[in-house]
């Protein structure tokens, strides 16, 4: 069986050889084929990393934000005196809860950021250690606040990841002094990168521009008082956001004093609801890229079977002349599909190869680059090969059920 086998890819590829043209017309709908399918799912697949990282690295995942806000209500703005506002003292109320992982407070304030002579405006974040935690943030380089640095007021800052690029042009920032108003801060860590050219936002593109300080040390040397602009909460609990922006909701207006001068953004469950669209659309992609790279094949299997067809006519005295001498109906049928395999599999390897030369040329659009899918090299060859298999089936029944003398005399 081994010998026959090869034996027909032996004459499949003598086949090629001997009709270069027809070969080249009936590969080349195979190898756009299978391009197509590798390109596309190499693509798709590198689009949903860069998106589900991107939003990951978004840090909001869980979060809500707790932000001062005057009341809509005539009868509650009366009330406004009775509460001290949203303050630092709020972040004690809420870590009671047991439902939420980590409590952040958040101060908020336009400076001019100077480093010798060059100055820029830039938004100054003074922020608690926990903003890390409920924000999932990483360093690039260096370090992030610690306790000692709130409890201390220690003057030092964290430069967001595309300011420091600006104020030091890809130089290390680390240790250096900046200005921010009248005060000096030392350098101490430069800010992960957040999101990517797929998922951002606006408070991330404002936070890569601007400077993370103690939120002890905003209040000591930038502005004072204990009101903040706003708190940021982390639960786990992603199935009960609902009921956890109400417990946050109620804790908030007890301490407050039955006053409603904030107002609560679910931002976790409005990434809930923006993946779910997401999933949608490049679900959607895939279903109509898939369906184009299906043509594709399909075309190719059509040019497979009109090739068969052709290589029947011309053979049929070969056909006889082997059934003549002994040849069975199995080895006939076998030989015609070892032909049309062969040639859709040759097809199908060319069109990898094709897809591995445009994946590494337009890889440089892609942040990560732009690898093969192992999937789709898996489903460029497979629906390569099952494409030359369903084309010559047909044509291999119609070459084993001759008679010798059909053949023959055909």
């Given at each position: 069986?081994?010998?026959?086998f090869?034996?027909a890819?032996?004459?499949?590829?003598?086949?090629?050889?001997?009709?270069?043209?027809?070969?080249?017309?009936?590969?080349?709908?195979?190898?756009?084929?299978?391009?197509?399918?590798?390109?596309?799912?190499?693509?798709?697949?590198?689009?949903?990393v860069?998106?589900?990282?991107?939003?990951?690295?978004?840090?909001?995942d869980?979060?809500?934000?707790?932000?001062?806000?005057?009341p809509?209500?005539?009868?509650?703005?009366?009330?406004?005196?009775?509460?001290?506002?949203?303050?630092?003292?709020?972040?004690?109320?809420?870590?009671?809860?047991?439902?939420?992982q980590?409590?952040?407070?958040?101060?908020?304030?336009?400076?001019?950021?100077?480093?010798?002579?060059?100055?820029?405006?830039?938004?100054?974040?003074?922020?608690?250690?926990?903003?890390?935690t409920?924000?999932?943030?990483?360093?690039?380089?260096?370090?992030?606040?610690?306790?000692?640095?709130?409890?201390?007021?220690?003057?030092?800052?964290?430069?967001?990841?595309?300011?420091?690029?600006?104020?030091?042009?890809?130089?290390?920032?680390?240790?250096?002094?900046?200005r921010?108003?009248?005060?000096?801060?030392?350098?101490?860590g430069?800010e992960?990168?957040l999101?990517?050219?797929?998922?951002?936002?606006?408070?991330?593109?404002?936070e890569?521009?601007?400077?993370?300080?103690?939120?002890?040390?905003?209040?000591?040397y930038?502005?004072?008082?204990?009101?903040?602009?706003?708190?940021?909460?982390?639960?786990?609990?992603l199935?009960?956001?609902?009921?956890?922006?109400?417990?946050?909701?109620?804790l908030?207006?007890?301490?407050?004093?039955?006053?409603?001068?904030?107002?609560?953004?679910?931002?976790?469950?409005?990434?809930?609801?923006?993946?779910?669209?997401?999933?949608?659309?490049?679900?959607?992609?895939?279903?109509?890229?898939?369906?184009?790279s299906?043509?594709?094949?399909?075309?190719?299997?059509?040019?497979?079977?009109?090739?068969?067809?052709?290589?029947?006519?011309?053979?049929?005295?070969?056909?006889?002349?082997?059934?003549?001498?002994?040849?069975?109906?199995?080895?006939?049928l076998?030989?015609?599909l070892?032909?049309s395999?062969?040639?859709?599999?040759?097809?199908?390897?060319?069109?990898?190869?094709?897809?591995?030369?445009?994946?590494?040329?337009?890889?440089?659009?892609?942040?990560a680059?732009?690898?093969?899918?192992?999937?789709?090299?898996?489903?460029?060859?497979g629906?390569?090969?099952?494409?030359?298999?369903f084309?010559?089936?047909?044509?291999?029944?119609?070459?084993?059920r001759?008679?010798?003398?059909?053949?023959?005399?055909?």
């Open positions: 069986m081994n010998i026959a090869w034996e890819v032996r004459t499949t590829l003598s086949e090629i050889w001997a009709h270069k043209f027809r070969s080249f017309l009936t590969l080349l709908l195979v190898v756009l084929g299978t391009m197509g399918v590798v390109v596309l799912v190499t693509m798709i697949e590198a689009l949903k860069m998106v589900w990282d991107g939003i990951k690295s978004l840090g909001f869980g979060v809500m934000f707790v932000e001062a806000s005057t809509d209500d005539p009868a509650e703005r009366q009330k406004l005196g009775l509460s001290r506002g949203l303050s630092y003292r709020d972040v004690a109320v809420l870590e009671e809860s047991d439902s939420l980590a409590v952040a407070a958040i101060r908020i304030k336009d400076f001019v950021v100077r480093r010798g002579t060059e100055e820029r405006r830039a938004r100054v974040y003074g922020i608690t250690p926990s903003f890390v409920v924000h999932e943030r990483e360093i690039s380089s260096g370090r992030w606040f610690d306790q000692g640095d709130e409890i201390e007021r220690r003057r030092v800052a964290v430069l967001g990841f595309e300011l420091a690029d600006k104020m030091f042009a890809g130089g290390d920032p680390l240790g250096k002094q900046i921010i108003g009248d005060a000096s801060f030392r350098i101490v430069v992960a990168r999101g990517n050219r797929q998922a951002n936002s606006g408070w991330t593109r404002r890569m521009n601007g400077v993370l300080v103690p939120l002890a040390t905003f209040r000591a930038l502005s004072g008082g204990e009101r903040i602009s706003l708190m940021t909460v982390k639960t786990a609990d199935d009960r956001l609902d009921d956890v922006k109400g417990e946050v909701g109620r908030v207006r007890r301490a407050h004093h039955g006053v409603g001068d904030y107002a609560i953004e679910n931002v976790a469950d409005e990434m809930l609801k923006a993946e779910k669209e997401i999933r949608v659309l490049l679900r959607n992609w895939t279903i109509v890229l898939a369906a184009i299906g043509i594709a094949l399909l075309i190719g299997g059509v040019g497979i079977y009109s090739v068969l067809k052709i290589s029947l006519a011309e053979r049929l005295y070969e056909i006889g002349l082997r059934k003549s001498i002994g040849a069975s109906d199995r080895a006939i076998t030989q015609f070892v032909e395999t062969t040639l859709s599999a040759l097809g199908g390897i060319i069109g990898c190869g094709v897809a591995a030369i445009i994946c590494a040329a337009v890889s440089g659009n892609f942040e680059g732009l690898p093969l899918a192992p999937l789709g090299l898996q489903l460029g060859i629906f390569a090969v099952f494409t030359g298999l084309a010559g089936l047909f044509p291999a029944l119609s070459a084993s001759l008679t010798p003398i059909e053949a023959l005399r055909g």
